[in-house]
C-alpha cells in the first residue's frame, strides 16, 4: 500500500509538472512575455501537489499503527485486556500472529481481534490514499490558476527547494536531539538508583543479579572504569596498528605509487571496510587469537583465550581504510605548487612530504584519525568474539577485556523490561559513549579551524 501511494505521488507530481509546463507554453506562444521558464511553472505546480501527499503520509506513519492497534485491543472482551504494557505487547504479537494466519488455533476472541486489526488497517490505508487525493487535488486547484504571465514561479519554487533543505538539515538536528534526550531521561533513572559517583568511578563492573544476598553481584554493581580501560585499551592497539600503515598508505598512494598501481591498490584497499565485522570477529576469534596465545606460550608468556591485543590488532586491520582513505584525499588535495616551491628550493621528496605536505594537510589527516578512533571505539562484534565479556579492570592486552558497547549490547539482548538498573545502566553507558565521541568531534573541529589553511 505504501509502495503504490508513492507511486501515485510521483504520478501526481509528473502530471501536475505536464499540466503547469503546458499551460505557460500557452502562454507564451500567444505572445505572452512569461516572468519565468514554462518548466519552473511545471515545477511549481507539482510541488505544490506533492508537498500535501508526503505531510499526508508522514501524518499517517506514526498515527496509523496506534490506530490499529487501539481497534484491535478493543475488540477483546474485557477479561483479556492488557492490564501493563508487557501484557499489552505479549497480546498484540498473538492478534498479529492471528491476522497473518501464523497462530496455531487461536482462541475465538483473539480470532475476533485479529480481523478487527486487519479492518484497521484497510480503514487507515483507505484513509490516507483518500487524504493524499484530496489534498494533491486541493493545492492542484489552488496553484493552477496562478499560473499567469507575471507569476514569478521560479522564486516560489526556489523558495520550496530551500524549505525542503531546511526540513532535510531540521531532521538531521532534531534527530541527533531526540538520540540525547532519549538516553538522557534514561540515564537520569538509572542515577536514581544507582550513584552517578560509584557509576563513573567504581572499580567493579557485575550488572548480574546473584542467587545470594552475599555475593558481590547481589544487587548489582556498576562501576563503570573496567569498561572505560577495556575501550580506551582496544581503542589504543587498534590505533596503533590503523595509524602508522594507514599513513604511509596514504603518503605512498598520493606521493610515489604510479597512477596505474594506484588505481589497483586504493580500490583493493577500500574493500577493507566493506568486510563485515562478524567476518572480522571471525578471523580474529580463530585465526589471530590462537597465534598469539601458541606465540604468548612459546615466550613463557601467559595469554587468554580471548585477549585485547587479538581484538586491537583485527580491529586495527578494519580501520586501516578510514586513515588512508581520507588522509590520501587530503594529501593530494595540497595545491602542486607548494611541492613545486619545495623542490625549486633543493628539498628531496621525504623532505618535501615532511615539512611541506603534512602540514599542509594535518587537519584533514587529524580529522581522519579521529573518525578512526570513534569507529574503533563504537565497534562491537570484534571485541565480543575475540576479547570476551569480561570487565576486568587491566592494563595487559593480554588479558580479556570489554568495551562499552558490548556491555550495551548484552544489556540489552532479549526481551528486557526497561525498569531495572541492569537494563537502565545500558542507557547510562550510551549517553558516557555519546559524551565522548562528541569530544573527539570538538576537538577534530579545533584542531582544523587552528591548523586550517586556505590556497588559491
Not at 490516507?128 to 504571465?149: E, H, M, Y
Not at 533543505?165 to 532519549?182: N, W, Y
Request: aromatic share 10%.
Amino acid at each position: 500500500m505504501i509502495a503504490l501511494y508513492f507511486v501515485l505521488t510521483a504520478l501526481v507530481a509528473i502530471s501536475a509538472f505536464a499540466v503547469g509546463r503546458a499551460r505557460s507554453q500557452r502562454l507564451k506562444v500567444a505572445g505572452v512575455r512569461l516572468h519565468s521558464l514554462p518548466s519552473y511553472h511545471g515545477l511549481f505546480l507539482a510541488a505544490i501537489c506533492t508537498v500535501p501527499m508526503l505531510l499526508a503520509v508522514a501524518a499517517w506513519t506514526p498515527l496509523a499503527p496506534r490506530y490499529v492497534e487501539a481497534r484491535a485491543v478493543a475488540a477483546l472482551p474485557e477479561a483479556l485486556q492488557p492490564a501493563t504494557g508487557l501484557e499489552h505487547d505479549a497480546r498484540m504479537r498473538e492478534i498479529v500472529m492471528a491476522a497473518e494466519g501464523r497462530a496455531q488455533a487461536p482462541s475465538p476472541e483473539v480470532a475476533e481481534a485479529g480481523r478487527a486489526y486487519v479492518a484497521a488497517q484497510t480503514t487507515s490505508k483507505t484513509v490516507l490514499l483518500v487524504a493524499g487525493i484530496l489534498a494533491a487535488l486541493a493545492a492542484f486547484s489552488w496553484g493552477l490558476p496562478r499560473i499567469s504571465a507575471d507569476f514569478r514561479a521560479r522564486n516560489r519554487f526556489e523558495a520550496l527547494t530551500l524549505w525542503l533543505l531546511i526540513a532535510c538539515s531540521a531532521v538531521a538536528v532534531l534527530t541527533t536531539i531526540g538520540i540525547l534526550f532519549s538516553v538522557m531521561f534514561e540515564t537520569l533513572r538509572f542515577f536514581q538508583r544507582y550513584p552517578w559517583w560509584d557509576f563513573l568511578f567504581g572499580l567493579q563492573w557485575s550488572p548480574q543479579t546473584a542467587i545470594r544476598s552475599d555475593q558481590i553481584g547481589a544487587s548489582g554493581s556498576f562501576g563503570a572504569v573496567p569498561l572505560f580501560v577495556g575501550t580506551s585499551l582496544i581503542m589504543v592497539i587498534a590505533m596503533l596498528v590503523a595509524g602508522p600503515v594507514g599513513l604511509f598508505a596514504a603518503i605512498y598512494m598520493s606521493e610515489y605509487a604510479t597512477p596505474r598501481f594506484r588505481s589497483l591498490a586504493k580500490p583493493l584497499l577500500e574493500v577493507l571496510a566493506g568486510i563485515p565485522t562478524v567476518v572480522f570477529g571471525f578471523f580474529a576469534a580463530l585465526t589471530v587469537a590462537p597465534f598469539i596465545r601458541r606465540t604468548g606460550e612459546a615466550l613463557g608468556l601467559s595469554v587468554a583465550s580471548e585477549s585485547a591485543l587479538a581484538a586491537g590488532l583485527v580491529m586495527g586491520v578494519m580501520i586501516i581504510p578510514f586513515v588512508s582513505s581520507l588522509s590520501d584525499d587530503v594529501i593530494t588535495a595540497v595545491p602542486q605548487s607548494l611541492r613545486d616551491g619545495s623542490y625549486a628550493m633543493g628539498s628531496t621528496k621525504a623532505e618535501t612530504i615532511k615539512r611541506v605536505i603534512l602540514p599542509a594537510a594535518l587537519p584533514g589527516i587529524v580529522s581522519a584519525f579521529m573518525l578512526a578512533v570513534s569507529r574503533a571505539v563504537g565497534e562491537t562484534m570484534i571485541v565480543v568474539m575475540a576479547a570476551g565479556l569480561a570487565g576486568n579492570l587491566t592494563f595487559n592486552p593480554l588479558e580479556a577485556v570489554t568495551t562499552v558497547t558490548v556491555q550495551i549490547k548484552t544489556l540489552l539482548t532479549g526481551d528486557q523490561e526497561f525498569d531495572s538498573a541492569k537494563t537502565l545502566s545500558a542507557f547510562a553507558l550510551g549517553f558516557v559513549l555519546f559524551f565522548f565521541t562528541l569530544t573527539l568531534n570538538v576537538i577534530a573541529l579545533r584542531i582544523v579551524r587552528k591548523y586550517r589553511e586556505q590556497y588559491d
